[in-house]
């Protein structure tokens, strides 16, 4: 295997799905080889189907940009995601050093390194575990996005922000509960006299969009609720936070929303089930998710940032490694 000052940016494969993309890239960047490459796989029955699995014909079974990777293999490729497990194992066996993220369900000796969050329950000498997800947030990020949206900054404090996704089968939330935890936290926001900085994803339900506006009118506040409220200030809202108020229901934000330097809350926490509940308790063990709703603590945080640290073992396992 090479050393790593000769490879070259790397790529990264996914499906498009933004949670993977995002762990993709987030991982790339921190590798710091140069600008990564994206490829969105486009891929077709029955590789779909069967991927990570191999069966023949795999080279075009993703789509036509990935049938002229393969013939021109990169030196690296970053993936994230069951279809890009399967690009990546056809990659590596055309040269290719590869890393894959999340469980490709079969043996990760299919792969060069796999990157699992410690809630999954795979292990080997190859894989490397993190707490929660990987992501871009560190300060350079959070002082870019308080830039990008610096109006926020005059906004009254405390800022709450609030990060609601949407019912899954992990965290499979009640939607009424979720219209009385909005009412909670601006019942609060009223009564310190601060703002509310808060986002929803492509999964909450479209009536919990308008219980969240109903909610906080009167309250000074930046709500985005997807449609027609113009680009993402996800940034910004974590930038200008003063406390985090986050839905039980996806590793992501959770994992996000403890990268910052201030004290996050799960809200509606006791739904949750199977692995968020393990990823939950992980976070308290570790002193960086609060035990009670809405008693904001005082004192410094420690974020979670693992995506630097798993970047630097990456860099470690290919630098010095054999296949």
């Known amino acids: 295997m090479p050393h790593v000052k000769q490879w070259t940016a790397p790529w990264t494969i996914t499906d498009g799905r933004a949670g993977n993309v995002r762990q993709a890239v987030a991982l790339a960047s921190a590798l710091k080889l140069g600008v990564h490459r994206p490829l969105v796989l486009e891929p077709r029955a029955p590789w779909k189907w069967v991927a990570p699995r191999w069966l023949p014909g795999m080279a075009d079974g993703f789509g036509p940009r990935f049938s002229e990777l393969v013939a021109s293999p990169p030196t690296l490729a970053v993936g994230c995601g069951r279809q890009a497990a399967g690009a990546l194992r056809l990659l590596r066996e055309r040269g290719s050093t590869v890393v894959q993220i999340l469980d490709p369900r079969l043996s990760p000796r299919h792969w060069d390194l796999v990157v699992v969050p410690e809630h999954d329950r795979l292990r080997g000498e190859n894989v490397l575990t993190l707490l929660g997800s990987l992501n871009p947030v560190n300060d350079d990020w959070l002082a870019l996005g308080r830039a990008a949206f610096a109006e926020f900054g005059a906004l009254p404090g405390p800022r709450t922000a609030l990060l609601v996704g949407g019912p899954t089968g992990h965290a499979p939330w009640d939607e009424a509960a979720m219209a009385r935890v909005f009412e909670e936290v601006a019942a609060q926001v009223r009564a310190e006299g601060g703002s509310v900085l808060a986002t929803t994803s492509r999964r909450t339900p479209p009536a919990l969009v308008g219980a969240l506006r109903k909610a906080f009118v009167g309250v000074p506040q930046v709500i985005w609720g997807d449609g027609g409220d113009g680009v993402n200030p996800y940034a910004g809202l974590l930038g200008w936070a003063h406390r985090v108020v986050v839905s039980p229901d996806s590793v992501n934000l959770l994992s996000e929303a403890c990268a910052t330097r201030v004290p996050v809350c799960v809200a509606l926490g006791e739904q949750a089930q199977g692995r968020m509940v393990v990823f939950q308790q992980a976070l308290r063990e570790r002193g960086r998710l609060q035990e009670r709703w ?30």
């Open 294 to 323: 809405l008693e904001w603590a005082a004192g410094d945080v420690v974020p979670l940032r693992e995506t630097g640290r798993v970047a630097t073992l990456v860099r470690e396992r290919l630098a010095g490694g054999d296949r």
